[in-house]
T-cell receptor
């Protein structure tokens, strides 16, 4: 399976704390994206980081990428109860040849307690 | 902009019947649409890639005769689950891209919950 892995599978924190999620992938990539999914809903795109970038910020989100380790992390600072959701990383599929395809990680379920 | 809708949002059907799910790009023309399925508390698994006017490309292990995909226009793709069985119960999500290129963002629909009795 080419599917990436994320850890932790589940994370429970208090409001105001920071949440860090990690993603590992298996193939060479052009970019890596992070998505958020509320229970039973579609996906919302959070941030895209290209393979030649090491860090990217967007509001309370900070993403890092280490292509030598084939890993990425998503940090959510000053978490809020509304951040409660599942978070997925996704990489484009270079091996498959169709660079529009995404391979999703296994996801991290984040619960932010008020 | 870049809104993708799915219809229906939920469907319950009897075993053996066929179910059609629509995916529409509302405010852009989608060069490519993707269909995913997601089991409870699991990740998204790509089922097939659909380009307007051509046959869909199915991922390994996905039965093309069971999951029929039609991409009739640049704004509409349909997924038909034929002769549905309880094991087909899942959350089906489509996405669409509006251009081509390696970093092209996919815009996701809200998903369709299929329950086969």
């Amino acid at each position: 399976s080419q599917q990436g892995e994320e850890d932790p599978q589940a994370l429970s924190i208090q409001e105001g704390e920071n949440a860090t999620m990690n993603c590992s992938y298996k193939t060479s990539i052009n970019n890596l994206q992070w998505y958020r999914q509320n229970s039973g809903r579609g996906l919302v795109h959070l941030i895209l980081i290209r393979s030649n970038e090491r860090e990217k910020h967007s509001g309370r989100l900070r993403v890092t990428l280490d292509t030598s380790k084939k890993s990425s992390s998503l940090l959510i600072t000053a978490s809020r109860a509304a951040d409660t959701a599942s978070y997925f990383c996704a990489t484009d599929d270079l091996i498959g040849g169709a660079t529009n395809k995404l391979i999703f990680g296994t996801g991290t379920l984040l619960a932010v307690q008020p | 902009g870049a809104v993708v809708s799915q219809h229906p949002s939920r469907v319950i059907c009897k075993s053996g019947t066929s179910v059609k799910i629509e995916c529409r790009s509302l405010d852009f023309q989608a060069t490519t649409m993707f269909w995913y399925r997601q089991f409870p508390k699991k990740s998204l698994m790509l089922m097939a890639t659909s380009n307007e006017g051509s046959k869909a490309t199915y991922e390994q292990g996905v039965e093309k005769d069971k999951f029929l995909i039609n991409h009739a226009s640049l704004t509409l793709s349909t997924l038909t689950v034929t002769s549905a069985h309880p094991e087909d119960s899942s959350f089906y999500i489509c996405s669409a891209t509006r251009g081509q290129g390696a970093s092209n963002e996919q815009f996701f629909g809200p998903g369709t919950r299929l329950t086969v009795l």
